[in-house]
């Protein structure tokens, strides 16, 4: 009888025991902090002047063929708010081009040929609007504006030019079916213009960027 009494009490220790360090365990297991799960950040989408900045200064030259005049040199003379002033040269004239960001898109306002004076212009009225760039800037985006038909075919485009090898471009087509061309614009994003091709049936001219000064991107 003493014998089954001193079983008894070993079982019931044992089980005390092993009730004790499960509960330990449990508790140790609730005190742990659960893993850490990195969820991964999206991209935030480009913005209109993420891909074309205008800052007052920025300077971009590009080479071309195709035609005499094709080489040319843009520098931003002015920008106050949402309006640059831009004065793009030629071999053949000089011109006052004014952009204005509005509505997610980007609109060229104003142009002016002949126009030598470095003087702000901004504060003239609008005599055209017709858009470039207009968000969501995703691949399938298009719009029509002056008679022309636009459309975002890449976000990726790899760009070789005098100036460098750009990743990661904007690729947009512009179709002007009044003339019966069609134009290929590059831009990579925090520099601007990087590439343009006009393609019809009696030409096709080429302007690659060939040196920049630009506020928002590294040389």
């Known amino acids: 009888m003493f014998k089954k009494i001193i079983i008894l009490v070993l079982t019931l220790c044992l089980s005390f025991t092993l ?3 499960c509960k330990r365990e449990t508790d140790e297991q609730q005190g742990q902090e ?3 799960v990195e969820i991964p950040q999206e991209e935030p989408e480009l913005t209109v002047k993420d891909v074309y900045p205008l800052n ?3 300077y971009w030259k590009f080479a071309g063929t195709g035609n005499e005049f094709a080489p040319f040199e843009q520098k931003v003379l002015f920008r106050e708010g949402d309006r640059a002033q831009m004065q793009s040269a030629t071999g053949g004239t000089v011109m ?3 952009y204005e960001f509005k509505d997610g898109e980007l609109r060229v306002v104003y142009s002016q040929e002949e126009f030598y004076e470095e003087v ?4 003239r009225e609008n005599t055209m609007e017709e858009v470039i760039l207009k968000e969501p800037i995703q691949v399938g985006n298009t719009w029509q504006s002056g008679g022309k038909e636009y459309k975002i075919e890449a976000l990726d485009a790899d760009v070789e030019t005098p100036a460098g090898r750009f990743e990661n471009c904007v690729k947009i087509t512009v179709n002007a079916t009044e003339y019966n061309s069609e134009s290929v614009v590059y831009y990579k994003p925090g520099l601007g213009l990087v590439k343009q091709e006009y393609i019809a049936d009696d030409y096709h001219i080429v302007q690659e960027l ?8 590294a040389q």
Do not use: F, R, V
């Open 19 to 21: 009730l004790s360090g």
């Open 34 to 36: 659960p893993p850490q």
């Open 56 to 58: 007052e200064g920025d």
């Open 96 to 98: 006052a081009i004014i």
């Open 120 to 123: 702000n212009i901004l504060d």
């Open 210 to 217: 060939e040196e920049y000064s630009i506020k928002t991107a």
